[in-house]
């Protein structure tokens, strides 16, 4: 079975940057779709970014269009997550999953999830 695990997390000032990166373990990415996935507490998970695994297709949350990137290297079996311009209402843990469903959103529709790894900005 293949297991998730994020890493890159930290502290960062607003205005800095973090990369956020998303390794299959004991397998490879067979899933259509890899997600980014972000959580504070008492809040549910929301969705920040998918990239379908073939075709690179990418979607975005409009929070972080033009701030964050996601990116796939099929070679490295990764999927990374590029943040900049950070602001401290990114806070959160970041989450990694996998999906058989094409660039989906929704939490539903992943069946892999990473342990998370947590983001600080401060202001």
């Known amino acids: 079975q293949v297991q998730l695990v994020e890493s890159g997390g930290g502290l960062v000032q607003a205005g800095g940057s973090l990369r956020l990166s998303c390794a299959a373990s004991g397998g490879t990415f067979s899933s259509v779709t890899v997600g980014w996935f972000r959580q504070t507490p008492g809040k549910e998970r929301e969705f920040i970014a998918a990239?379908?695994?073939?075709?690179?297709?990418?979607k975005y949350t409009n929070s972080v269009l033009g701030r964050f990137t996601i990116s796939r290297d099929n070679a490295k079996n990764t999927v990374d997550l590029q943040m900049n311009r950070l602001k401290p209402e990114d806070t959160a843990v970041y989450y990694c999953?996998?999906?058989?469903?094409?660039?989906?959103?929704?939490?539903?529709?992943?069946?892999?999830w990473g342990q998370g790894t947590q983001v600080t900005v401060s202001s």
């Open positions: 990239i379908t695994w073939r075709g690179g297709v990418t």
């Open positions: 999953a996998a999906s058989d469903y094409y660039n989906s959103a929704n939490t539903w529709a992943y069946k892999f």
